[in-house]
């Protein structure tokens, strides 16, 4: 057949039926298409979706913890969002949190894959990790090196000596008391992991996030194919990639001090030294790479540090806005301590009133606003509603603790209402008394967090000494003679909050305490020159 003949054949008309059924077939995709991002009926309600997103186009980029009280008080305790194709699930209720994270917690342990998360660790961090093998192992090391024993028997004299420095501290430069708090839990966690003290906060040992934050990224992992998406036009990526890089120069350098120490044959009272010594004789563990294990012992700092700073600086920006509650506190304390010494642990049951004020800052302004979310292995039900396996599970700290159900006027500074609460927060946690839980900052189940002993204690030291020995104010102006009054909402965004920097007037309460603070100080000193570089 010649080629003008074919170029002039008419294609071949689809037959009626063909036809129907492609248009079925484009039908069919458009119909599953638009089924993306719509609601189970069976699950928790929540906000109305849109096709295809869902409810993603309603997560706020910053101050989704506010966003998700607002949706508790309007769709129930138990809600549910849709992200494209995935299942959030919020659990604003303490029963809840309960009966699924606590009781059901072998199915309710895993995390959310994190795309950014996986990009800041290379997949290596106890927060984000399955609970798989590595996951069990890691949380062995530090349930093991931070349990009360190991506290009350061996780390409690760092605890104690560094509050010590931070009291001489104060009571030399009160002004610097922002970067002294840090100092001084950055201090407490290197002493006891590496074996190496913070001497000052420009110490490479007191330096160690707001990309993290949910809704400060796109829903990556909800809609995958936008990881293909350049660096160069994706700022979340290279804020990711900058911070990992950052994590690993400054674990990765860390792990090298303490390696050149070993090489010189001198080993000190820490953890790694006794995890290293431990391996070499017995064997590397299967389940944790060097790079893990590098890690591992920056997630300790990472960890203790900077959340125990958020909170000890949200209790003097509480002390310096409510005089009230220093005169209270320091009844007790001067009945058991008098002006010959500050407070120790040991004193905690003699002084109740501290443990109330402690678990007060974390319930007024926890620094996990909304926690690291769960991951449900498997279909369940709770209260005749579904939760699809693989559904994100939140336990919104701020929403719970700022809700007007469980603490009347939460918006109060009020370490009155835990009057009866005497024991610590571990206490509470384990419980199966769910209504008289005290706080959500350590989570729930599983995955709460294994350092609970050591924040406990150092925020209960630090709260009771500063007390004993300062009187805490807000500041005041130098020309007018007005007080500046602070603002208690001037916290910094992100999945960790801490309070911005701020000025608070800090007055030693006496001679007597100021000779004190000096004696003790200088045996403080004599302790710590062993972790001295």
């Not at 500063?466 to 602070?486: M, N, Q, Y």
């Amino acid at each position: 057949m010649a080629l003008s003949q074919l170029l002039e054949m008419s294609p071949p008309t689809p037959t009626p039926a063909a036809t129907a059924v492609a248009a079925l077939a484009l039908l069919f995709l458009l119909y599953r298409l638009l089924q993306v991002g719509k609601r189970d009926p069976r699950m928790p309600s929540g906000p109305p979706t849109v096709p295809i997103l869902g409810n993603a186009h309603q997560i706020p980029k910053t101050g989704l913890y506010k966003q998700f009280r607002a949706w508790s008080q309007q769709y129930g305790p138990v809600f549910s969002l849709k992200v494209g194709p995935s299942n959030i699930i919020v659990l604003c209720d303490r029963k809840a949190i309960h009966k699924l994270l606590v009781e059901r917690g072998s199915i309710y342990s895993d995390r959310p894959p994190s795309y950014v998360g996986h990009m800041l660790t290379k997949g290596d961090h106890l927060a984000l990790e399955q609970m798989d093998a590595t996951w069990r192992e890691k949380r062995k090391v530090i349930s093991h090196n931070f349990s009360p024993k190991q506290l009350d028997e061996k780390h409690f004299k760092v605890q104690e000596a560094e509050a010590t420095v931070l009291m001489k501290n104060l009571l030399q430069s009160p002004e610097g008391f922002y970067q002294d708090v840090r100092r001084y839990t950055a201090s407490v966690a290197t002493s006891i992991t590496y074996g190496f003290r913070a001497k000052s906060y420009g110490s490479f040992w007191a330096h160690w996030t707001e990309v993290m934050e949910p809704g400060a990224n796109p829903p990556v992992d909800d809609f995958p194919v936008l990881s293909y998406v350049p660096s160069l036009l994706a700022g979340w990526k290279r804020r990711a990639r900058s911070a990992g890089d950052t994590m690993d120069g400054t674990w990765g350098k860390a792990r090298s001090i303490v390696e050149q120490r070993r090489a010189r044959g001198e080993r000190r009272n820490c953890i790694i030294d006794s995890l290293l010594d431990d391996y070499e004789k017995k064997g590397w563990p299967s389940a944790i790479s060097q790079h893990s294990f590098t890690n591992l012992m920056g997630e300790i700092i990472e960890g203790g540090a900077d959340t125990t700073a958020a909170q000890l600086l949200t209790l003097i920006l509480a002390f310096a806005i409510h005089p009230e509650v220093q005169v209270k506190a320091r009844k007790q304390i001067d009945e058991v301590c008098g002006t010959e010494r500050s407070p120790l642990w040991t004193d905690f049951a003699r002084l109740p009133y501290m443990n109330c004020i402690v678990k007060e800052g974390m319930r007024w302004r926890p620094v996990a606003v909304t926690a690291l979310p769960h991951k449900v292995r498997q279909d369940d039900m709770y209260a005749g509603l579904l939760i699809p396996k693989n559904s994100t599970v939140f336990i919104p700290t701020w929403a719970i603790h700022h809700s007007d159900d469980v603490y009347p006027d939460p918006e109060e500074f009020n370490p009155d209402r835990y009057l009866s609460h005497h024991k610590l927060a571990n206490d509470y946690a384990g419980s199966p008394d769910y209504e008289n839980r005290d706080h959500y900052n350590y989570g729930a189940g599983r995955r709460i967090c294994p350092g609970i002993h050591l924040a406990e204690r150092n925020m209960w030291r630090i709260a009771s000494k500063l007390l004993w020995a300062f009187e805490f104010s807000e500041p005041v102006d130098g020309k007018t003679g007005k007080t500046i009054r602070l603002d208690p909402e001037a916290y910094n965004p992100g999945i960790l909050q801490a309070p911005l920097p701020f000025k608070v007037g800090i007055k030693v309460r006496s001679e007597m305490h100021k000779s004190t603070i000096l004696k003790e100080h200088e045996s403080a000193l004599d302790f710590l020159r062993q972790y001295d570089e």
